[in-house]
């Protein structure tokens, strides 16, 4: 069974970084691509970032591009996301879920493109 699991989420301070990870088992890193969404209090879920199967193309919403970065390590089974610079606005749980073969970046991603997804960790930024 194809299972992800996102951690390393917390509370911090306006400004502050945590670093997620997204450990996937059940299938293998490196043949599809991979994605980072997240959803806040009373909202419906956000596509943030998402990955090439081999790591060379990094794609970011425009709320993420310039304070995340996301990152793969295919030999770990391990996606990643840098976040930096937190906001308030950035307080949701956090995602990672792997995208259907087929689906391509236009931009950004429907909610169709979504194949597993994994149980989330809870960012929380608040001074």
């Known amino acids: 069974d194809v299972q992800l699991q996102a951690s390393g989420g917390g509370v911090v301070q306006p400004g502050g970084s945590l670093r997620l990870s997204c450990a996937g088992s059940?299938?293998?890193?490196?043949?599809?691509?991979l994605s980072w969404l997240r959803q806040a209090p009373g909202k419906g879920p956000e596509w943030i970032s998402a990955i090439d199967g081999q790591g060379d193309k990094t794609y970011y919403s425009d709320a993420a591009k310039g304070r995340f970065t996301i990152s793969s390590d295919n030999a770990k089974n391990t996606l990643y996301l840098q976040v930096d610079s937190l906001k308030p606005e950035d307080t949701a749980v956090y995602y990672c879920?792997?995208?259907?073969?087929?689906?391509?970046?236009?931009?950004?991603?429907?909610?169709?493109?979504?194949?597993?997804w994994g149980l989330g960790t809870q960012v929380t930024v608040s001074s």
């Open positions: 879920a792997t995208i259907l073969s087929g689906a391509h970046y236009g931009g950004g991603y429907s909610p169709a493109a979504f194949g597993y």
């Open positions: 059940g299938f293998t890193f490196g043949l599809g691509d």
